[in-house]
Every structure is written in structure tokens, then in C-alpha cells.
């Protein structure tokens, strides 16, 4: 009974310690993994790269922004409403001196659009450099968003198709390939089905952010902002309300009229005997 035990506790201690010191994917761990296979390499390869793409759209975001932010003098990590509220205070100062500014927006273009450009000084197109330089490098970005979910959903597929195929075609080099193949490929489709998720939501983000751009560089002559800073002379008086006067009551002290009803006169008794009375 105990060499029984003892060989059951060895197998479990074995099986533990396969599992701990089991090795990672290299493909959720972002490297790149070779089979020797030209079919299998050239899939992963993709996928890889793919990666690499993805690891880069935080920095992308970041460097679209950044001269936007440098001109605005505020902190390098403004959030979206700091950058837009930013934006449209300056846009307010500047048509004040070159007329309505607005963004004119196409489907992968826009343009800071100035009523006068002639009248802006230096440091009004500098700033417009740095702002148009953030409207392209957003529209770069969605443009180059666009197509990751098709890719993502045709790399997925290819993986699917040879996910069958795995036993048969590294058979011969032994069980642990073909456990490591198959490994990474059900790996690579949970890592291209996140790819194609964050894609969807980084392109709504930056679609969101340049329509909201649009709105905050919108602005008038006779505009003030009235956000933090502003001027209190700017805001508009509020309109003062008077009280009505009550209602007095009035009371008639017309004298009223009484008529006095003067009562008719009685007739005269009728004859109860049937005798005529005398009235002289």
C-alpha cells in the first residue's frame, strides 16, 4: 500500500511541477515563433507583425497629440476635455483678430480654416501649424485602423485551417512540436480576436476626438469663453426683475338706495247677511 502511495505522490509532485515551470506562449508574450514550415512561419510572422502594430497605436496617439500640446502649454498627459477646451480657448483669441476660425472636415482630411489669414501673426500660425499638424496625424491614425479587424478576421481563418493539419505535418519531428504548434495557434486566435477589438475601439476613439476638435476650433469674433480664467467683465448681466405692485382692493361707498314700498289699501268687506249696507 505505501509503495503505491509513495508512486502516486511522485506522479502528482511531477505533474505540479510540469505545469509551474510549464513555458509561456511566445505568442502572448509578443515573440515571434518558428515552426521550420514555410506555411506555419509565414502565418505567424504575420501575426507578429500585427502585434508589433498594435504595440505601437499608444505612442501613435501620443506623437498626434504632442505638438498640439506643446503649443497649448499645458501637461503632456491632458486628458481629451484639457486638450479640447484648451483649443477652443485659444481659437476664441485668435478670431477676435483674424475672423471665424472653424475645421473643415472631409472623410480622411481636414483643414484649419482662418476668416483673414493675411491679419494672423507669428505665434497665431505657429499654433495653426501645430494644430493641423494633430487633425493629420488623427486622420493618419483612423485611416490606418480601418482595415485591422479584415486582417485580423483573414489571419484568423488561415489559422483555423491549419489548426487541423498540425498533427499530420509534425508528426514525425515528435509529440512536443506538435503540442507547441497547436498551442500557438489557439494562442494566436485569442491574441488576433483582441487586436481586432482594440482596433474598433481606438478607431471610435480617434474619430470621436477629431469631431470633437472640430467643435472646439470653431469660434467667433464677438465669442468669449467662459471657462476657467475668463474674464468676469465678459459675462452678460443678469436681467434684474422688478416685483409687481399688489393688488388693491377697492370698496364702492356709493350710497345705496332704499325704496320705501307704500302698501295698497284693503278692500271693503263683502256682505256676509245679503243685507245692503248703507255708505254714505
Known sequence: MMPRLFAAMVFSAAVLSCSLFEPQSKIRAGTLFQTGQ?????????VHTLQ????????????????????????????DVTILEATHQRMVSIAHVVGATRLDLREDEGHVMLASEARADLPTRDFEKAL????????????????VPQRCDELAKTGRELEPRVRADFFRQGGTMMADVHDEIAASLDVLD??????????????????????????????YFHGEGAP??????????????Q??????TAATAVTVATPKPKPPPKNQGGDEVFNP
Open 38 to 46: 514555410a506555411q506555419y512561419d509565414d502565418y505567424f510572422a504575420k
Open 52 to 79: 508589433g502594430e498594435a504595440g505601437s497605436w499608444d505612442d501613435d496617439r501620443k506623437a498626434s497629440r504632442r505638438g498640439l500640446i506643446d503649443a497649448l502649454k499645458i501637461a503632456t498627459d491632458s486628458v
Open 132 to 147: 493641423q499638424a494633430t487633425v493629420d496625424g488623427e486622420i493618419k491614425r483612423k485611416r490606418s485602423l480601418r482595415d
Open 194 to 223: 483582441q487586436i481586432s477589438k482594440t482596433s474598433r475601439l481606438a478607431r471610435r476613439e480617434t474619430e470621436d476626438f477629431v469631431s470633437d476638435l472640430g467643435r472646439a476650433v470653431a469660434a467667433e469674433p464677438g465669442e
Open 232 to 245: 468676469s467683465s465678459t459675462a452678460k448681466p443678469t436681467p434684474t426683475t422688478r416685483p409687481k405692485p
Open 247 to 252: 393688488a388693491v382692493a377697492t370698496t364702492n
